[in-house]
């Protein structure tokens, strides 16, 4: 059986961000923001000018169907229960 080579594994400039790493693990935040984690450069952040923001209105309305439902099953049943005994 042939011996598997590792494939080495590179990144591409756009995706490496810089990250601001605090001087010493205890010695407090050190950017100001009141995190000893890691931050991301304000300036390589990017922000998307389109949100996602999808249009949920056939659920409600399936959920209010079944809700009808239900309590017309239960109301049957209830009044069915006094004409059984």
């Known amino acids: 059986m042939a011996k598997k080579m590792k494939r080495q594994v ?6 490496e961000t810089p ?7 205890n010695a407090g935040p ?3 923001s ?5 931050v ?13 923001n999808p249009d ?3 659920v409600v309305t399936d959920l209010k ?4 439902l239900a309590a017309s099953f239960i109301t049957i049943l ?3 229960s006094f004409f059984l005994r």
């Open 10 to 15: 590179t990144r591409s400039a756009s995706a």
């Open 19 to 25: 990250m601001v790493t605090p001087a010493a693990p």
């Open 30 to 32: 050190s950017n100001g």
């Open 34 to 38: 009141g995190s000893r984690y890691p």
């Open 40 to 52: 991301r450069s304000s300036s390589t952040s990017t922000t998307s000018s389109t949100e996602f």
């Open 56 to 58: 949920y209105s056939y």
């Open 65 to 68: 169907r079944i809700g009808i």
């Open 78 to 80: 209830v009044v069915l």
